[in-house]
């Protein structure tokens, strides 16, 4: 447990009020303000309360259009893959995911779990989403079924649909058609040079000024990689990455409209 904002906060309190008063009342804003927020900052363990709800809720996801298919196994390998699984994780995932896939499995404990992980964190709600992303869309356009959970998903941790839709265009998801629910195969072209930059910030295209730049604060508040603390280092690299996309949709956001 950290001390350190206790003890500056201490030493403060005693120099601005004297006596013990004053170390009392510095040690409380200390700890208030320096070590528990450093504490709500701290990224939690990715160990089993993690991974298995992960992968139970992938297992889900699989199966909701009827059939798990090869490229959601595929998806579903590399996202293994990407965590650094070792054997003892790797065996869990392999059995959340095989019992989220059996007939009758409810998601919602599934869910409620990685609330709990994320704690209130948007950063870490992000993570998840965009660890389970390349499996959302492994078969293409999202099915009905599945677009359904991951709006129960992205409900339960505080994600909008245009926060959905944003990330989804940073990992070169393109939009679907007009009419149609959800977001597309990955653009053909690659990332976001071929995704439109309104989406990726999450604004529409008549967006003024004053808009354009609260949003990209805003997207750059939520996914800075210094943020998330101790976590494996492809999900630093994958924050980077979005860190890149936001700043390179902004940049060509700007020189459209001549933004300073």
């Not at 320096?34 to 160990?47: E, I, K």
């Not at 989406?199 to 604060?217: C, F, H, M, Q, T």
């Amino acid at each position: 447990m950290s001390i350190l904002g206790k003890i500056i906060g201490a030493i403060v309190g005693v120099l601005l009020f004297h006596g013990w008063y004053g170390l009392l009342i510095g040690a409380f804003f200390g700890h208030y303000f320096y070590d528990a927020a450093r504490s709500r900052l701290r990224a939690p363990s990715m160990g089993q309360g993690f991974i298995e709800p992960l992968f139970a809720f992938a297992g889900v996801l699989s199966k909701s259009d009827g059939r798990v298919s090869e490229p959601e196994i595929a998806a579903t390998e590399a996202l293994m893959q990407r965590l650094r699984l070792d054997s003892e994780q790797r065996r869990s995932a392999i059995e959340r995911f095989t019992l989220g896939k059996q007939a009758g499995f409810d998601a919602t404990a599934s869910i409620a779990e990685l609330k709990r992980w994320c704690a209130g964190r948007r950063d870490l709600a992000f993570i998840v989403l965009d660890l389970l992303l390349d499996l959302v869309h492994a078969e293409g356009p999202l099915a009905s079924a599945k677009l359904i959970l991951v709006r129960r998903l992205c409900g339960a941790l505080g994600v909008s649909e245009h926060e959905l839709a944003a990330l989804s265009a940073m990992k070169g998801y393109a939009p679907a058609p007009p009419g149609a629910s959800g977001y597309g195969p990955r653009a053909p072209a690659g990332r976001v040079p071929a995704i439109d930059p309104y989406s990726v910030l999450g604004v529409d295209r008549n967006a003024n000024e004053r808009d354009i730049k609260r949003a990209y604060r805003k997207l750059m508040s939520q996914h800075h990689p210094d943020k998330l603390g101790d976590v494996p280092d492809e999900l630093k690299r994958r924050a980077e990455e979005r860190a890149r996309d936001i700043n390179t949709a902004y940049e060509r956001v700007k020189t459209e409209r001549g933004i300073r």
